[in-house]
């Protein structure tokens, strides 16, 4: 067996014999190569016109209430509830807050108090100038009443006595003339009875002068001038007055208060404040009975409006709510960039559940019935934002894409408004992918 085994052996040296020729080998690998790259193109075929699969809403039209009830809709609008008469309540002193009355949210009266600042320093004030004040009217009673009988008697007693001496001097004098002419007194003694005689004579003209005062009294001028004086210490007064009644601060308005700035101890002031510094204003309130809708009217269709135009206003907080309203104020002039011009609506019977900065929505109307060519009520469409893209949407139709250019308006809670483009009915593609393009296949996604 063992030289049978050996016999078995392949010998490697020996070239093989026979198989098939190049050329077929050649031609073998060309088709498989050609079936490959046939297979491959059928599939990126079929992957590029596979249908893309998307999620799809109907379109829902909400017709407003004014259409409803027979009136032609002409315009809608979005835009935000504001207060017409905000106020950011100042105080008119500057001081420490000692007590504040109000929270957030509270209703408060006209003349109702609101803050009380300290007011001791106003009170010290006023009770100066009150002191400075009785000075002045009893140094005008003074004047106005004249000289008292008792100061007219001493003038006239000083008089009388001032002639006496004045006689005495006179007597002196004549007799040291004579006795200086016959040699016993000097020219020198007789120089100084004369100066004495003289002085005396003008001590008696000055009191002669001061009696004829003290009978007439004080001058008409200083008695004005006194009574001017009285007049600016009541005006004083009043001035302090005013100060310590403005330490408490009062509604203006009756209203509701919407934000609450300061604190028991914090400082107001009446002048420049920094951002940690003293408040420069108490609280913010605002009078909710006269709310309006501001809203920004696109050019082209503000012709469509005019003052005292009757509209109904919704929310998207309260959408079953309605109120009536009208046209109170258009802005003298538009806005360059954005090409709108501001239109101002008051709510005529706002409630409780309007609240300013909310998102509210307008059908402006008119009470034309059924005008032969009349524009229809157009519907309010609301959609996701997320299935707009490049201000264009797409729709289903026959199993394929459909690009759609829209007009948006407002966000709102029921989704992105539309102005133009959709008429409600239409299958929407929900959050359409990238690369989506119009008339691709689509396939809608179950559930």
Known sequence: MRTDLQQLRIDKSKKSSGGPPKWAVRWILAGIA???LLGAGNLAYQRLNAAVEVQVARVAPAQSSAASAGRRVILNATGYIIAARKIE???KVVGRVAW???EKGDKIAKG???VRL????YRAQLQQARGNLATLQARLLELENGSRPEEIAVARANLEQAKADLEKERLNLERTRSLAQEGVFSKQALDDALAQYDAQAARVRSLERTWDLVRIGPRPEQIEAARGQVEEAKGRIAFFENQLSNTIIRAPVTGTILEREVEVGEYVTTSFVGERGAKGYVVSMADLNHLQVELDINQNDFAKLARDQRGIVTTDAYPDREYEAVIEEISPEANRQKATVQVKVRILQPDDHLRPEMNASVA????????????QARPVIHIPASAVRSNAVFLVLNGRAVRREVKTGGATAQGLRIEEGLYGGEDLILNPPADLKDNDKIRVKQG
């Open 34 to 36: 050609l079936l490959l």
């Open 112 to 114: 109702q108090p609101i």
């Open 100 to 102: 504040i009355g109000v």
């Open 89 to 91: 309540l100042a105080s």
């Open 364 to 375: 402006f109307y008119t009470e034309e019935q059924g005008a032969a060519g009349g524009a």
């Open 118 to 121: 300290e007011d001791d320093e």
